[in-house]
Structures are given as structure tokens and as C-alpha cells.
């Protein structure tokens, strides 16, 4: 099911309206809406699942940060007046699911982490690739996945065009480093909240070792590294990724 781009009070998101408890997806540096389609076919109708589009390529560059962004994130879940909400992100939007949580501890009901930022990061450097080389692009792009496959060509033009347009490429940029620069291996053992780590056993970006060690700091969580899966678990292995993810969410309903 498709659902459309809102866009109102500086926001723009979508949102399934499918259940009372808030399912909130964030997304990577070259996520798109697509990347959650399975989370969104599968839980769309039992909870209502939103998926706020991260203001990189709009943001005042001054602001642009990963701390930026999760104040971005933090006044739209004041703006859709939600008490509580399961924060679940990848790569980048992992990252920032760690950092809300951190500073807004009584709005989270779980978190949910799949190829994290926030310990290590191994992405495409802090350089420009040679611009126009869409055949490295397209390379990179692949190396994300343990299937190649999974990087269609949509999804390759989708980001040879981020890389190959100068204001976003610096964004882009800008933001790895800001996150670079925000560790937080010394304050994981403050997140309180269950916590669901799905990790791809291949993964080049956020190798398996790093969700094993966000399993060793986060105190109240499990974690679960998939055969055969890269960066991506939820678009490589969706029905392993969305079986974790109900299971974990029932247990965490059944606690409250």
C-alpha cells in the first residue's frame, strides 16, 4: 500500500494511521522511503507507523548535524502530540533513534537498531568520489547489500544524483562527519528502554561486531545477526526482519 508525502508545519512525512501505539521508522543518509516498505506493509494496519523525512538537503547548513536532526525529530513528535513512540532506525537513523532516546527518555517505549551509526562506521569516506563515475557509485551502492541485486538500478541513479549534485554531496558530507564525531560508546549504558538490535552478519558499513557491542553496553537488549544480509536487514530479509520485530514489540506490550 502506498501513502502519501504530508506535508504540513515544516514537516514532511508519511503515516499509516493503522493502530494506537507510534511506530516511528528513521531513516540513513541515502534512505529513502522505500527502504521500509516491508515494515510499512507489514505493521501498517496494526500500528500506526510514521516515517518523518529527514531534513538533510532542506536544513539551514548552520543547523545540519546529526544533533540538528534530532531536534527536527523531537518537535515533530511534539508537533503529532505523541505520548510515547517505538523509534526504530538504520544506519544514520539509528544513530539519531540513540541520541532522542537519550535526551528524551519518557517518549520512548522501545528501541529498535538494524546497521547502526553511532560506535563505527566504515561509509564512503569524507571526500568527494570522482563525480560523474557512475559505475563506482553503482559499486559502493551494491557493496551496502550482501545481494547485490538489491541495488536497483532506481536505487544506484537515486544516489549517483546525490553524489553528483555539489550542495548535497557537501550535506552529505557534512552530516557523516557530525555523526563521526558523535561517539556514544559512553553513554549506551544510559539507554534504559528494550532495545531490538537486527544486524546483517556481512554488513561492510557497520560491521557485526558493532551490534554485538551496542548488545554488550545496552543493558535491556537483544540481538539478533542475520546469515547472508548486509546494511539493510529490513530490505534484504523483510520477513525475518518483521518476524523479530512483532515479536519483540509483543513482548515489550506485554510488560507494560
Known amino acids: ?126 571526500t568527494f568520489p570522482k563525480r560523474g563515475d557512475y559505475e563506482y557509485i553503482r559499486k559502493k551502492t551494491a557493496d551496502t547489500f550482501f545481494d547485490p541485486a538489491v541495488a536497483t538500478k532506481e536505487l544506484v541513479d537515486e544516489v549517483f544524483d546525490t553524489v553528483n549534485d555539489r550542495n548535497k554531496a557537501i550535506r552529505v558530507i557534512a552530516t557523516a562527519k557530525s555523526a563521526i564525531r558523535h561517539n556514544l560508546r559512553d553513554k549506551l549504558h544510559l539507554i534504559k528502554a528494550p532495545t531490538l538490535l537486527i544486524w546483517g552478519k556481512e554488513d561492510q558499513v557497520t560491521p557485526a561486531f558493532v551490534g554485538e557491542e551496542f548488545h554488550q553496553r545496552i543493558v535491556n537488549s537483544r540481538l539478533f545477526l542475520l546469515e547472508k544480509c548486509g546494511h539493510a536487514p529490513m530490505m534484504e530479509h523483510p520477513e525475518v526482519f518483521n518476524h523479530h520485530l512483532e515479536e519483540f514489540l509483543s513482548d515489550v506490550a506485554a510488560t507494560v
Open 1 to 126: 500500500m502506498d501513502y502519501p508525502v504530508i506535508e504540513e508545519g515544516g514537516f514532511k512525512y508519511i503515516e499509516t494511521k493503522g493502530g494506537g501505539q507510534n511506530l516511528l521508522l528513521l531513516h540513513g543518509l541515502f534512505g529513502a522511503l522505500s527502504n521500509f516498505s516491508g515494515i510499512l506493509r507489514h505493521f501498517g494496519r496494526t500500528y500506526n507507523v510514521v516515517v518523518p523525512i529527514l531534513p538533510i538537503f532542506e536544513m539551514p547548513f548552520r543547523k545540519l548535524s546529526v544533533s540538528g536532526l534530532v531536534d527536527h525529530v523531537a518537535a515533530f513528535v511534539e508537533k503529532k502530540s505523541f505520548k510515547t513512540v517505538h523509534v526504530l532506525g538504520n544506519s544514520l537513523g539509528g544513530h539519531i533513534s540513540l541520541l532522542y532516546a537519550l535526551a528524551h527518555p519518557k517518549r520512548i517505549a522501545s528501541v529498535t537498531l538494524t546497521g547502526s551509526s553511532g560506535l563505527f562506521e566504515s561509509a564512503m569516506g569524507s
